[in-house]
């Protein structure tokens, strides 16, 4: 009697604790992709509880999932804080919960807490999730460190960055020969003044790799320092220096200034020979209007009327 048991509580300690453990394989998921969780136990249950962490962040509940089979079978999700909701699927039995559209706050440590009934402590499943992006080109970024180089001299350093998407990610470099790598640093002794050469930097996470090519001369002259000793930049022909601007920006002014200058005495020249003319209109218009005197009145009258004493008048013209 006491062996059987001692069986069964052995049997019973080893099943509940099966569910308990975590799942040492970490869930793989993909931004904007969705990361499904599967439950493992056949039991009845009155509900799940899922929680989640992140971090040093303690549990927190962010959904239950209740099953209800009257009037059909279905699951009820509720207490949804707002990060989840509308982003939540879950099976018709809640043994499966599906996040979509995923995000990288949502990586962390899951956990199903599967209450089977009131009087019994509930079975707990572990999910860690971490979410990776896939990554392109665009997403690596490379720089040059020249504080150990000096005129020519020294080292130079290439450091490549995958932006806040470096979790479990390995970096490469190309050519490896011809330099010191170590991850996502390339330590180069290489001459700014040799041939240009160019270095490539792969990156690789688990659920893609990406890779950026630069050329060696240009983004080392690009960051270069202002430090003495150091070489000057190096200028695109497209791009010109800061003193030819600033030449180019005082010739054009001066060539407004004069277009302007110009204009001015053209308008003043004009508006004289303009003020001539009408002065030579108005003596022209005084010594050709004719005088007509009055027969009987000198002085000059300027309309022919009706009257009774029949004056007339003389009127005298220009020759």
Avoid at 51 to 65: H, M, P, S, Y
Avoid at 102 to 117: F, H, M, R, W
């Amino acid at each position: 009697m006491i062996s059987k048991t001692f069986l069964h509580l052995w049997f019973l300690s080893v099943f509940v604790g099966s569910y308990g453990e975590e799942n040492t394989e970490k869930m793989k998921g993909i931004l904007g992709e969705p990361a499904t969780f599967l439950l493992n136990t056949a039991e009845q249950f009155k509900k799940i509880s899922w929680l989640r962490t992140k971090g040093k962040q303690d549990l927190e509940i962010f959904v239950v999932a209740i099953p209800r089979k009257d009037p059909e079978e279905k699951c009820e999700l509720s207490d949804q804080i707002p990060a989840y909701r509308g982003r939540l699927s879950v099976s018709k039995n809640c043994t499966m919960l599906q996040i979509n559209n995923l995000n990288q706050e949502d990586s962390g440590t899951y956990k199903a807490q599967i209450q089977i009934a009131d009087d019994k402590d509930p079975i707990s499943e572990i999910f860690p999730l971490r979410v990776y992006k896939r990554l392109l080109e665009a997403d690596l970024e490379i720089v040059c460190d020249r504080k150990g180089y000096r005129g020519g001299n020294g080292t130079l350093q290439l450091n490549c960055s995958a932006g806040s998407w470096e979790d479990d990610a390995t970096f490469s470099w190309a050519p490896a020969s011809m330099s010191d790598s170590t991850g996502r640093s390339l330590v180069t002794r290489h001459s700014l003044e040799s041939n240009d050469l160019n270095f490539t930097c792969n990156v690789e996470n688990p659920v893609s790799n990406a890779s950026k090519t630069v050329y060696f001369l240009k983004i080392c002259s690009e960051h270069q320092e202002t430090t003495p000793g150091m070489l000057p930049p190096r200028q695109t022909e497209d791009k010109p220096t800061g003193s030819t601007s600033k030449v180019i920006w005082s010739i054009l002014a001066v060539v407004v200034l004069i277009i302007c200058a110009g204009l001015f005495v053209w308008m003043m020249k004009k508006r004289g020979s303009h003020r001539k003319q009408l002065d030579s209109a108005r003596q022209s218009g005084k010594t050709a209007a004719p005088s007509c005197f009055d027969s009987a009145h000198p002085t000059p009258i300027g309309k022919v009327g009706n009257s009774s004493s029949h004056d007339f008048r003389i009127c005298s013209h220009p020759m």
